[in-house]
């Protein structure tokens, strides 16, 4: 799947979501973005440790603005408005705790 994901990123102008892993306490989501695709303004109802696989990411929140590179991490709090723009053609791991 995240070959899949790769493979098809150039072509999307939308984000590509899919879900890896759910269980009651826990979901994983990767996230395809092409260079220059935004997120606009969204929150995720439980705290998000996002993990770079590929690519680059400046994520723009109401705490604080952050790039993010291949294998960085950073953790959202719950209910945080933000937004992202991939800076390059990027993968995300995205582990919500709920």
């Known amino acids: 799947m995240l070959h899949t994901i790769l493979d098809n990123i150039e072509f999307?102008?939308?984000p590509i979501v899919k879900i890896l892993f759910r269980n009651k306490d826990t979901?994983?989501?990767v996230?395809?973005?092409?260079?220059?695709?935004?997120m606009i303004d969204h929150q995720l109802p439980a705290q998000a440790r996002i993990i770079m696989i590929k690519g680059s990411i400046h994520l723009d929140s109401k705490i604080e603005e952050v790039d993010l590179n291949e294998f960085d991490e950073y953790i959202i709090p719950p209910k945080v408005i933000h937004q992202v723009t991939a800076e390059e053609d990027s993968m995300i791991f995205i582990i919500l705790d709920f």
């Open 31 to 38: 996230v395809g973005l092409k260079k220059g695709l935004k």
């Open 12 to 14: 999307k102008d939308k």
């Open 27 to 29: 979901r994983v989501v």
